[in-house]
T-cell receptor, first 112, second 111 residues
Framework: NAGVTQTPKFQVLKTGQSMTLQCAQD?????MYWYRQDPGMGLRLIYY???????DKGEVPNGYNVSRLNKREFSLRLESAAPSQTSVYFC???????????FGQGTRLTVV | AQSVTQPDIHITVSEGASLELRCNYS??????LFWYVQSPGQGLQLLLK??????LVQGIKGFEAEFKRSQSSFNLRKPSVHWSDAAEYFC?????????FGAGTTVTVRA
């Protein structure tokens, strides 16, 4: 039982490059989330998907796009990376009632 | 909109002493409440959660939390900390298909 799998674990981008962070869960959860974690700011919600086919903005959506490809997969895309997007990114999933969240191991992204 | 406030950015505690971390939430109804712990360079681990019922919740690693509706609080406690409890702790509130986190409290344990 893998839980939530995020790839890649580490990434270095140059300013202006694009990339997609992948996330997959095998718990049949309805809701999936992307957070970024920066020192002193906790986890800030970028986007979430309450169910397959829906996505909504969180606190800090600018510069990001998401795709809920199917119930299992929720990807985060940076179209034109900026140094301000240097952060640790976490994917998470919950059941519909948000009774417990399961997290991926994180992606450490550096934009130079 | 739901929100979570953790008033203490950093707490230093001696090994063997008690620990209390504060969490206040804002939400129209009773949300689901969580405490997570993150050790350096690691992911998040669930310590405990509250949905309803008994307002004192027991979790893993000897932690407990008390839900106080009148104060919109969900404070985390441990009677006697161990050096391995040094970590960052996050309070979270879930409802409306969203899970929102506080800014976190970093706990340092001194010998």
């Amino acid at each position: 039982n893998a839980g939530v799998t995020q790839t890649p674990k580490f990434q270095v981008l140059k300013t202006g490059q694009s990339m997609t962070l992948q996330c997959a869960q095998d718990m049949n959860h309805n809701s999936m989330y992307w957070y970024r974690q920066d020192p002193g700011m906790g986890l800030r919600l970028i986007y979430y998907s309450a169910s397959e086919g829906t996505t909504d903005k969180g606190e800090v959506p600018n510069g990001y796009n998401v795709s809920r490809l199917n119930k299992r997969e929720f990807s985060l895309r940076l179209e034109s990376a900026a140094p301000s997007q240097t952060s640790v990114y976490f994917c998470a999933s919950t059941d519909r009632a948000v009774t417990e969240a399961f997290f991926g191991q994180g992606t450490r992204l550096t934009v130079v | 909109a739901q929100s979570v406030t953790q008033p203490d950015i950093h707490i230093t505690v001696s090994e063997g002493a008690s620990l209390e971390l504060r969490c206040n939430y804002s939400y129209g109804a009773t949300p689901y409440l969580f405490w997570y712990v993150q050790s350096p360079g690691q992911g998040l681990q669930l310590l405990l959660k509250y949905f309803s019922g008994d307002t004192l919740v027991q979790g893993i690693k000897g932690f407990e939390a008390e839900f106080k509706r009148s104060q919109s609080s969900f404070n985390l406690r441990k009677p006697s900390v161990h050096w391995s409890d040094a970590a960052e702790y996050f309070c979270a509130v879930g409802n409306d298909y969203k899970l929102s986190f506080g800014a976190g409290t970093t706990v340092t344990v001194r010998a």
